[in-house]
């Protein structure tokens, strides 16, 4: 954990190789009396956000991947053919299909082999980060306090709403997979584990907490299907979390109901929609942008040694547009550290 009561200075995060930030799904009782979560409760108070001006890069995903790779399974020679990357940029590239409104930016590097994916910053985002309202910046508050009131430090333990929301502690979960004929290395956040879940196998017992508008009339639940089902199947289909649960929050910020969506059957929803959303769309979709990436990025950087990783390749997509590339070299694209390479190299 960061100190508090410092001035605001660019620090980033601490990174632990073990589980100690993993929470375990605690959901009320079905039998007690009926659900109020209050999500704006402690805020801004007991808020203590992570600072979003550091920006991490694949850090902490290479550090681990330093210390395991020798117990990949499949070697280097392994590690060689695959994409490393961060789950939420996989699920950037799964959605944009259907993105009409943001798009995105992706740094690509090859190093021994590997194709490591970064995301960067676009300018429209970071405009709209630092300009973020008010009630925008409490409405995320609410969905961290909404992990709160749902999870404890123990398993078996209860949840303890009265503590501080703090962003900048997360578990992360690596994971391997593969898309087309790409292998994957990915690590992506997880919420919490259900200890009392019919496999205690990852990815099976992982469980990813949502927050939602209460929704009322059909018109309502059509938009959510069509839209935050597709966010929320994105994010939890490639590292295979079996199970999303929403909290839906009333005009007030109270959580009165919860409802668990099965990712593998959020697609039923839109199946007979002509504006829903398919997975196949997404699959292919990503898996073509990974063989583009791959076929187009075909230097091995850094070489020579000692100068660090610098040249790079930044995908860029726009809505409506295609995917472009543009090709850099060091500042302020380069993102692989010295202190990997170097290790990687030694
Ligand atoms: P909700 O998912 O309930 O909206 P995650 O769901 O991925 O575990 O993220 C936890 C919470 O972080 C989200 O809760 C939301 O409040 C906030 N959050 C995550 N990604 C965000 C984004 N791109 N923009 C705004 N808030 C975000
Ligand atoms: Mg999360
Ligand atoms: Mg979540």
């Excluded at 992982?206 to 069509?226: C, D, M, N």
């Excluded at 929403?246 to 929609?273: C, I, K, Q, Y």
Aim: with cysteine; charged share 20%; hydrophobic share 35%.
């Amino acid at each position: 954990m960061e100190p508090r009561g410092t001035k605001r200075r660019a620090e980033k995060t601490e990174y632990h190789g073990d589980a100690r930030a993993l929470r375990y799904y605690s959901p009320p009782p079905t039998n007690g009396p009926g659900l109020n979560f209050d999500l704006r409760d402690g805020y801004p108070d007991r808020y203590h956000p992570r600072d979003e001006e550091v920006r991490e890069g694949l850090d902490h995903l290479l550090r681990w991947l330093l210390e395991h790779r020798d117990q990949l399974e499949g070697g280097p020679g392994w590690l060689a053919g695959a994409v490393v990357t961060w789950r939420g940029h996989l699920t950037k590239l799964l959605i944009t299909p259907y993105e009409q409104q943001e798009g995105w930016q992706l740094a690509a590097s090859r190093f021994q082999g590997t194709l490591y994916l970064s995301e960067v910053e676009t300018p429209a985002a970071r405009a709209q980060r630092l300009a973020r309202p008010p009630l925008l910046r409490q409405l995320m508050y609410m969905g961290y306090k909404f992990e709160q009131y749902m999870c404890a430090d123990k398993p078996g333990g209860s949840p303890d709403p009265s503590g501080e929301v703090n962003t900048n502690v997360a578990f992360c979960s690596v994971l391997r997979s593969r898309l087309g004929s790409y292998p994957l290395l990915f690590s992506g956040e997880v919420d919490c584990m259900a200890p009392r879940a019919a496999s205690t196998q990852p990815p099976t017992c992982y469980v990813e907490l949502k927050t939602s508008k209460e929704l009322h009339s059909p018109g309502q639940w059509r938009a959510f299907y069509r839209h935050k089902l597709l966010k929320w199947w994105a994010q939890s289909f490639l590292p295979g979390i079996p199970h999303v649960v929403a909290g839906f929050r009333n005009p007030e910020g109270f959580v009165r109901s919860l409802r668990t969506f099965p990712t593998m059957e959020m697609f039923e929803h839109v199946r007979n929609d002509r504006h829903g959303w398919s997975p196949s769309v997404c699959v292919n979709f990503c898996a073509a942008f990974l063989s583009f990436a791959q076929s187009t990025v075909v230097q091995d950087d850094p070489s020579p040694m000692p100068s660090s990783p610098r040249l790079v390749h930044l995908f860029s997509w726009e809505p409506g547009g295609p995917v472009t590339v543009s090709v850099h070299r060091d500042a302020p694209y380069a993102f692989l550290p010295t202190w990997y390479v170097e290790a990687m190299t030694a």
